[in-house]
């Protein structure tokens, strides 16, 4: 089974700022025939289920603000939050589907400085 | 309004069972496959299973093959997870996820609608 780790853990930025989320996956989540890498972001504010920020490392969900990118390939992905909201705050969870079973990182909690 | 409502939850004893329920509205529920994803107290999230739209076709984490049963009435618009054999460690809060529609094979399991979740304790 493939094995999400994210860091860091936790994380404090103030408002307006950038916050930086890595991901690294224990074996390529990159698939040859379509060039795809089988990377999810999601975004669980507390007392809420996930919702889905961006898939295919750096595709960004409907209705989700440009504020928050991704980017990598292969085993090394990142998710940005480019001018941090408080409505950011949260914890953010990594998952990939490249291969069954599907699994998450252990999430990055995220907050206000 | 598109969503899902999970339902079923509750505390059992170890060796119990229990029936989880997600009603679908807003879509159209056989079109999609769909998903059961837990999260621990205070915890990360595990995917534990998986139907196709039709029903066709089932997957299970190791975790949980065996005594975990998913299934389908699209009739209903309705999912069910079947939980026997119930263990402390499967005490969690158990969330309904569709799996966001593209061309590649239904295995690749990653979700674009969660329900809000139902707390399933596992405690004598």
């Known amino acids: 089974d493939i094995v999400m780790t994210q860091s860091p853990d936790s994380l404090a930025v103030s408002l307006g700022e950038r916050a930086t989320i890595n991901c690294k996956s224990s074996?390529?989540?990159?698939?040859?025939?379509?060039?795809?890498?089988?990377l999810g972001w999601y975004q669980q504010r507390p007392g809420q289920p996930p919702k889905l920020l961006i898939y295919?490392?750096?595709t960004r969900e409907s209705g989700v603000p440009d504020r928050f990118s991704g980017s990598g390939s292969g085993t090394d992905f990142t998710l940005t939050i480019s001018s941090l909201q408080a409505e950011d705050v949260a914890v953010y969870y990594c998952q990939q589907y490249f291969s069954s079973p599907c699994s998450f990182g252990q999430g990055t909690k995220l907050e206000i400085k | 309004e598109v969503q899902l409502v999970e339902s079923g939850g509750g505390l059992v004893h170890p060796g119990g069972s229990l029936r989880l329920s997600c009603a679908a509205s807003?879509?159209?529920?056989?079109?999609?496959?769909m998903s059961w994803v837990r999260q621990a107290p205070g915890k990360g999230l595990e995917w534990v299973s998986g139907?196709?739209?039709?029903?066709?076709?089932?997957y299970y984490a190791a975790s949980v093959k065996g005594r975990f049963t998913v299934s389908r009435d699209n009739s209903k618009n309705t999912l069910y997870l079947q939980m026997n054999s119930l263990r402390a460690e499967d005490t969690a809060v158990y969330y309904c996820?569709?799996?966001?529609?593209?061309?590649?094979?239904?295995?690749?399991?990653?979700?674009?609608?969660w329900g809000r979740g139902t707390l399933v304790t596992v405690s004598s």
């Open positions: 074996q390529s989540v990159l698939f040859n025939s379509n060039n795809q890498n089988y």
């Open positions: 295919w490392a750096s």
């Open positions: 807003g879509f159209t529920f056989s079109s999609y496959a």
């Open positions: 139907i196709s739209g039709s029903g066709g076709s089932t």
């Open positions: 996820a569709k799996r966001k529609p593209d061309s590649t094979t239904v295995t690749h399991w990653y979700f674009d609608l």
